[in-house]
């Protein structure tokens, strides 16, 4: 595996891949990898010639300072991962290569990004929609690979493309889970053991509530039972617990569409979100 930090080396090795007639594709991360990560390269490698990993902590989509400052680098570790799993090329830039001096162009999906994480997280998704296009644009890839753990941003970074005409197919990929059903995200190294143990009851609530709406259940109990079961468990705030369309984010009061269960709650100081299909 080749590790770049500049975008002429990383285009220059793009551009022979493409000479000889390759496909690329690339998962965006910002280290801190989890086996999760590693199921988006193992998807990317099924799926084209070349893989792309990137590493790179956004100081733009983060709206609390003390959020970027806590979370965790771990670029040695990262790079034995991808390494191991397959990666092609690494591209690690620092900030001022992604943000250089004078930078002032932000990119904004409307709609998509003002529910749900945007209402909790203001700004939040102007950065992640601004670093993911920049990524695209300067590795040119012919396809990326995200999470659906993050289902909120992947119909933003889908919209995105669409909307801007950049040529990347957007893959989603199933959300990777602890054995208890937590499902797994960099955030959970930061719980306590005991919340640890606690964590997997927001998976539960939520499935149960899936469950119920699926057989007819009316959605508001099922959704106010779910969010006093998280609270009992031992979490402290619930910011939402609410049946969505899949695509356009859309609240739902019947189940009469492709729909999600996005969750976003506090435990010990850490917040964590998920979501599940509840199709018929």
């Known amino acids: 595996m080749r590790t770049v930090r500049d975008v002429k080396a990383l285009r220059g090795v793009v551009a022979g891949w493409k000479a000889a007639g390759q496909s690329v594709g690339v998962v965006p991360t910002m280290g801190a990898l989890h086996p999760g990560h590693l199921s988006l390269v193992s998807a990317a490698r099924a799926g084209t010639d070349r893989v792309i990993a990137t590493i790179f902590v956004n100081p733009m989509q983060f709206n609390n300072p003390e959020d970027l400052a806590k979370y965790p680098r771990t670029e040695e570790r990262d790079a034995g991962m991808l390494a191991a799993a397959g990666v092609d090329l690494l591209f690690m830039p620092p ?8 930078f002032a162009t932000s990119v904004r999906v409307s709609g998509l990004s003002a529910e749900l994480e945007g209402m ?9 929609a601004t670093v993911v296009t920049k990524l695209f644009l300067m590795t040119a890839a012919d396809r990326a690979f995200f999470g659906e753990k993050d289902w909120q941003q992947l119909q933003i970074v889908r919209r995105l493309a669409r909307d801007l005409n950049i040529p990347v197919a957007i893959t989603g990929c199933p959300t990777l889970r602890e054995a208890d059903g937590l499902a797994m995200s960099s955030r959970n190294t930061r719980l306590s053991a005991a919340d640890r143990a606690t964590a997997p009851a927001l998976h539960r609530a939520m499935s149960a509530a899936g469950t119920v709406i699926r057989n007819g259940a009316p959605v508001a109990e099922a959704l106010t039972r779910a969010r006093q079961e998280v609270q009992r468990a031992g979490f402290g705030e619930v910011e939402y617990l609410e049946l969505r369309g899949a695509e356009g984010l859309e609240p739902l009061q019947m189940l009469d569409r492709p729909a999600r269960i996005l969750a976003a709650a506090w435990l010990g100081g850490v917040r964590l979100i998920d979501n599940i299909d509840v199709t018929r």
């Open 95 to 102: 900030p001022e290569v992604v943000y250089p001096e004078g």
């Open 120 to 128: 909790f997280r203001p700004g939040h998704f102007d950065g992640v």
